[in-house]
């Protein structure tokens, strides 16, 4: 169905033929937004030649169900019904929407369209059918109109158990989705909520900012609420778009020259790119228990720091200069300190304490991951790779190791395990247990990484 919006919505049938060839569609959301945008230019242009009206907006949309990326439509009889709602008993599938927003123009009795997409998927699952609820929902006559053959905001909606995502759009039509890309289309930030910020050390740029109730003018308090939710207090100038994908149209934001998409990217994977770094000085700043060193200590000095560690004052300075720019340190005149997140989850007789399993990532799990590339290519452990031995036995011959190599991986476990115990323990009702197994060290031994 395309909906043509005049002064007053009007519905106009689409006489479009749902022909297209799926196999051509490299995903599934490809055939339902194409179908939907098919849907609506057939509207646009009966209406322009047939009926000799022009309309502003033609929105088509159409509906599929996939499971296991196939596509299943509206069952042609009750056997093919029958085989659909079989395939997606006790099973988890996608809805998918794909919606299509044409805007006509006519010149010269020419009409010149200009298209907008999008698509909205929703996982769906469904509870073990039994044959006579089958055949009795098929009866009813209910799914031979129905792409995926159930209607779920009728008698349908009991074969399903859980629903994640958009409800409407499992009905039909992703309302919100919808009314969040006309907010896009016709609700721009107004120009002067663009303003110059200066950063330090950072060239100036166009930023967009969320003002306060009090900047704006009553009129544009609505517009205001519209651009809020569209930028999330983040939207640089719209001054041009750019098609991907099916005739997609999004804003390129400018910063610097460049669109600010591709610097988040950029921003992200150099982030990515140093993760090792950050790992290595929170390792090595454990293992030299510096924070247990500034416990219950307001400022530390470098020299202090050096002299009791006995390290280098060139390399103790820049480590605890690393350690306050990942904020786990707070630098002063004076000196040194903890941070609040330090005291509570660094200092090793911390109740909250990561300690002991921060000192096993240092001597066992990095190591192993220095060999990651390997373990890829050949698919077999890469333990033997390993210059530590320590490694190596812990691994595969835990039960013959001393006393303290089992208490140190202990405490490491347990020093994990403050994250997400009480989490897992508390998700389940375990009263009727008496007995826990944990199995967690088989990981180690059968992952190919390891």
Known sequence: LASVILDIPDLVPSWFKETLEKSTFSAPYQYAVETAKQKALEVANRMHVKHLQTPDIVIGADTIVTIEEQILEKPVDKQDAYKMLSRLSGKEHSVVTGVAIVHCSSKDDYLDTEVTEFFEETKVKFAELSEELLWEYIHSGEPMDKAGGYGIQALGGMLVEYVHGDFLNVVGFPL?????????????????????????????????????????????????????????????????????????????????????????????????????????????????????????????????????????????????????????????????????????????????????????????????????????????????????????????????????????FVRAMDSSSKVTARDISTAFDLSQFKVVCDLGGIYYITSPIY
């Open 176 to 408: 919100n989705h919808f009314c969040k890309k006309l907010g896009e289309l016709y609700y721009p930030p107004s120009k002067h909520t663009i303003h110059h910020i200066k950063y330090d050390s950072i060239p100036s740029v166009e930023t967009f900012e969320i003002l306060s109730d009090g900047d704006c003018d009553s009129s544009d308090s609505t517009k205001m609420e519209d651009a809020k939710r569209l930028t999330n207090g983040g939207l640089v100038e719209l001054e041009k778009c750019k098609e991907i994908n099916c005739g997609y149209k999004i804003p390129i934001e400018i910063q610097n020259g460049i669109p600010r998409n591709v610097t988040q990217c950029l921003s992200k994977l150099t982030h990515l790119l140093d993760g090792f770094k950050g790992s290595k000085v929170l390792f090595v700043a454990c293992k030299l228990k510096i924070f247990d060193l500034l416990k219950d200590r307001s400022t530390v000095t470098t020299e202090d720091v050096a002299s009791q560690l006995n390290t280098s004052l060139r390399g103790t300075e820049r480590l605890l200069d690393a350690c306050a720019s990942l904020g786990l340190l707070e630098k002063n005149h004076q000196g040194y300190s903890n941070a609040e997140v330090t005291n509570l989850c660094l200092v090793s007789d911390s109740e909250y304490s990561l300690h002991d399993y921060i000192l096993h990532c240092n001597d066992h799990l990095w190591p192993l991951f220095t060999h990651l590339e390997l373990a890829v290519k050949e698919g077999t452990s890469q333990v033997h790779q390993t210059s530590e031995k320590k490694v190596n036995d812990l691994f595969q011959d835990f039960h013959c190791q001393s006393v303290e190599v089992k208490q140190h």
